[in-house]
């Protein structure tokens, strides 16, 4: 069974540094593009960016609103990816998904809420 | 950046009745579309893809159509466990990927 599940949500500060994790099971982890998509409460869906698997260089993509601020990596032996957001806005106070793939996601975690204030 | 839009924001639709969503792209996405079901509290599930392909486990009375910038998601016979916001998502330009409003689904 495909599980994903994200963790170090939390209250931080404007300006302040977060590390999300997404942890993965039930599938070869290194095969796969992993994404983040967020949703700002009552809000819609907004992708994040994503990292190709290694096979593909392992690049990454990012949205307009986060690049320069946020870096998603991964750890392959670990089957983990990981979205490290620094300079937080308030304006990124959101649910944090993490999911496979980098175009169509059919696999969802849970979600980890990040807020974002003074 | 493709910008995508949904219509209605709210439809109110009666249980066994027909639902029909509209979403449209900004420019042609040829039929690179997804659609998504989202219940308060969960995450997002992948209905659609590819315009009119049902990803796996989606029941058969939800549809999808449409080309180019005009696509639509419909439920044949609304079910209780249909009433959610549904996303539609573009994959054809990216980055960045893009997801419609969203249009909420409500028992009327």
């Known amino acids: 069974e495909v599980q994903l599940v994200e963790s170090g949500g939390g209250l931080v500060q404007p300006g302040r540094s977060l590390r999300l994790s997404c942890t993965v099971s039930?599938?070869?982890?290194?095969?796969?593009?992993m994404s983040w998509v967020r949703q700002a409460p009552g809000k819609g869906l907004e992708w994040v960016g994503f990292?190709?698997?290694?096979?593909?260089?392992?690049?990454?993509e990012y949205a307009a609103s986060v690049g320069g601020r946020f870096t998603i990596s991964r750890d392959d032996s670990k089957s983990i990816a990981y979205l490290q957001m620094n300079s937080l806005k308030t304006e990124d106070t959101a649910v944090y998904y993490c999911?496979?793939?980098?175009?169509?996601?059919?696999?969802w975690g849970q979600g980890t809420l990040v807020t974002v204030s003074s | 950046e493709i910008v995508m839009t949904q219509s209605p924001a709210t439809l109110s639709v009666s249980p066994g009745e027909r639902a029909t969503l509209s979403c449209r792209a900004s420019q042609s996405v040829s039929s690179n579309l997804a659609w998504y079901q989202q219940k308060p509290g969960q995450a997002p599930r992948l209905l659609i893809y590819d315009a009119s392909t049902r990803a796996t486990g989606i029941p058969a009375r939800f549809s999808g159509s449409g080309s180019g910038t005009e696509f639509t998601l419909t439920i044949s016979s609304l079910q209780s466990e249909d009433f959610a916001v549904y996303y539609c998502q573009q994959y054809n330009n990216w980055p960045p990927l893009t997801f419609g409003g969203g249009t909420k689904v409500e028992i009327k």
């Open positions: 039930g599938f070869s982890f290194g095969d796969y593009t």
């Open positions: 990292i190709r698997s290694k096979t593909y260089g392992g690049t990454t």
């Open positions: 999911t496979r793939d980098g175009r169509l996601f059919a696999y």
